[in-house]
């Protein structure tokens, strides 16, 4: 079955609504490693909104499991996670004025720089993944870049409100992770996931971990995290069964 990676950003989101110390996002990370999270998910945005510098140094000397660290290709940051060195490093496009990630990163737009921090995190033994929509013309040009992971965004199915678009967005999502193993990629997948949508992206052969973060973040609010993440990861394990 898929990996689940968790993404502890929204703890974060909380804490800072507050500007204090709680609640703490590595004592999260710990709880969800304990519940059987496979990763631990942060993105350090430009900004700092929600994670930060701290928790990164933190989260590193912290996580047994793997910590990916979600960046964009700023050079202050691309400095950072080769100072830090998590386990993976996945890059993702960033604004300051979206609430959240809106798409996947424009590989073939923004070439030279993706390339440019492949290689340089790559030396520093940072496993890469490119966060990207899915999408041929996308996959063919990350596979250039010599990363070696593709993060396939699944926010468009999340969002599709008919069945004709939901079924026409996971069909992409589909073919596009068969394509992309056929180059040699291994392939993740997330954005949007939630306990009701993400049974079907979990069926599909060749997905080898999804990384969540919000809806179970949002669950725990009502359970607990623990809980949270062990309902995902049940979820999961009975798509493959």
Same mark, same amino acid.
């Given at each position: ?108 737009? /923004?070439?030279? *720089? +993706? ?10 033994? &940072?496993?890469? @993944? =490119? ?64 306990? /009701?949508?993400? *049974? +079907? ?10 990384? &969540?973060?919000? @809806? =179970? ?25």
């Amino acid at each position: 079955m898929p990996k689940l990676g968790v993404n502890i950003d929204h703890v974060a989101t909380l804490r800072q609504a507050r500007r204090e110390f709680d609640p703490d996002p590595i004592a999260a990370a710990k709880v969800c490693e304990k519940a059987g999270a496979d990763s631990i998910v942060a993105h350090l945005r430009e900004d700092r909104r929600h994670i930060n510098d701290r928790d990164i140094r933190r989260l590193r000397k912290s996580v047994t499991t793997r910590l990916n660290l979600e960046m964009s290709l700023n050079e202050d940051i691309v400095r950072i996670a080769a100072s830090i060195r998590p386990d993976e490093a996945t890059l993702v496009p960033e604004k300051r004025t979206e609430i959240t990630t809106e798409g996947g990163l424009d590989v073939i737009r /923004h070439f030279r *720089r +993706v390339a440019k921090t492949v290689e340089a995190l790559q030396k520093k033994g &940072i496993a890469v @993944s =490119i966060f990207i929509d899915p999408m041929k013309a996308q996959i063919k040009k990350a596979r250039e870049s010599g990363a070696p992971i593709i993060e396939l965004h699944t926010g468009r199915y999340d969002l599709a409100r008919t069945k004709a678009s939901r079924d026409r967005e996971f069909k992409k999502i589909k073919e596009m992770t068969r394509y992309a193993r056929s180059l040699g990629f291994t392939v993740n997948a997330g954005h949007g996931l939630k306990y /009701h949508n993400t *049974r +079907v992206i979990a069926r599909i052969p060749g997905i080898e971990e999804l990384n &969540i973060g919000h @809806s =179970i973040v949002s669950r725990s609010m009502f359970v607990g995290m623990e809980r949270a993440v062990r309902e995902m990861q049940e979820l999961v394990r009975r798509a493959r069964s």
